[in-house]
């Protein structure tokens, strides 16, 4: 019995050394292999690309996201930060890839890549009902509010002057901002301004759009090799019609 147990616990030491040495400890359970993770960056306080439904991210970039993930074998996370970060966060490498319902500029092309673009955004301003502001042109002179680092944002500051424009944490406290009177209007993307405008009573959305966009996801300059992958799952998913399912699911038609 004694040498049994023995016998047992120098097997199981042998075992252990050769694992060690063969570098065990990485390996992956039986049967699965190991998939390396997907950082996606984002803020998620933007129906419907992205936001909570519960503890999930939900949302058509959380979506899309999770497929190109599954195409490219990778296990996707989702890193909820403030929207301003992503740009430096993927710049530096922190998150593979940002992905925002975010604009692709001139200037946030300097620091980072895009992949082609999946989704087309307008910037639209939200209005109290029964404000005096009928159209874009009545915006000179009255306060704006934004959610920082947005183009809505730099827009507003680029046309009527940053000292008119106030910049919220997110498009929710714009919104808030704009409900309390501490703005005359919200200039942000039209779909979560669809979404705010429905959940909150007593707004609008200006019928004049203030600037046409396409969306696409960030991914750090180096890395060629993720940006090829990314671009080819999207043009799989674009020629499926899987991106338009997941867009229509969230978007319904008018
Ligand atoms: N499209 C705008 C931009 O790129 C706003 C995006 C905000 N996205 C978000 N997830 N909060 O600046």
């Known amino acids: 019995m004694k040498i049994m147990k023995k ?3 120098a097997a199981a030491l042998a075992a252990l ?13 039986a049967g699965g292999d190991t998939k390396k993770t997907l950082v996606m960056a984002t803020n998620a306080q933007f129906p419907p690309y992205e936001y ?15 497929l190109i993930a599954e195409k490219l074998g990778m296990e996707l996370e ?15 490498g922190k998150y593979d890839m940002g992905m925002a319902g975010m604009t692709v500029r001139e200037d946030r092309l300097e620091k980072v890549n895009f992949t082609s673009s999946y989704a087309k955004g307008v910037q639209v301003v939200i209005v109290k009902e029964g404000s005096d502001i009928a159209s874009i042109d009545d915006l000179e002179g009255k306060t704006i509010g934004a959610q920082q680092g947005t183009t ?6 680029d046309d009527y002057g940053a000292e008119n424009v106030t910049t919220y944490a997110s498009g929710n406290l714009a919104v808030e901002g704009l409900k309390t009177g501490k703005v005359d209007c919200v200039i942000i993307d039209n779909e979560p301004a669809k979404a705010y405008v429905k959940a909150n009573e007593g707004l609008k959305i200006l019928d004049t759009e ?6 696409a996801i960030a991914i750090a300059k180096e ?25 229509d699911k969230y978007i319904p038609a008018e």
Not at 152 to 157: E, F, N, P, R
């Open 152 to 157: 809505g944002a730099i827009y507003a500051a």
């Open 52 to 66: 909570y439904d519960g503890d999930n991210i939900v949302g058509i970039d959380a979506e899309v996201a999770a």
């Open 78 to 92: 989702i890193a909820d930060i403030e929207f301003d970060s992503i740009v430096p966060g993927v710049q530096t």
């Open 7 to 9: 016998l047992i616990a």
């Open 210 to 215: 203030y600037a046409n966009e396409d969306y």
């Open 223 to 247: 890395n060629t090799e993720l940006m090829d992958k990314v671009n080819s799952a999207l043009e799989e998913l674009i020629a499926d019609g899987e991106l338009q399912k997941i867009i």
């Open 17 to 29: 050394t050769l694992c060690l040495l063969a570098g065990c400890a990485e390996k992956t359970p």
